[in-house]
């Protein structure tokens, strides 16, 4: 029903920016929730930034003064990722929800690796 294509990971140096991308297509709801997550080896996988159902915005504690999050008409998500850190590395996923339905779909992960 919903397809998710993300794009935007890769290596890059401490302090840098990466900006990931996420597009959704199919039979979009007219409410949805989408954003990103990510996980690390050995963590478990943690919100990184939302768009909620409403238009709110939610960030992790750990990324709110670096990173970003935006959208446009075509259902296409960023984040923006700024000041990057060894502790950002991780795979990160882009997650849609219908909150009317609980339907997600989670999109195939991208590796995003900090590293000198």
């Known amino acids: 029903q919903v397809q998710l294509v993300e794009s935007g990971g890769g290596l890059v140096q401490p302090g840098g920016s990466l900006r990931l991308s996420c597009t959704a297509s199919?039979?979009?709801?007219?409410?949805?929730?989408m954003g990103w997550y990510r996980q690390a080896p050995g963590k478990q996988r943690e919100l990184v930034a939302m768009f909620t159902g409403g238009g709110s915005t939610i960030f992790a504690d750990s990324v709110k003064d670096r990173f970003t999050i935006s959208r446009n008409a075509k259902n296409t998500v960023y984040l923006q990722m700024n000041s990057l850190k060894p502790e950002d590395t991780a795979v990160y996923s882009c997650k849609y929800r219908n909150p009317n339905t609980n339907y997600d779909v989670w999109g195939q992960g991208t590796q995003v690796t900090v590293s000198s």
């Open positions: 199919g039979i979009i709801s007219s409410i949805y929730s």
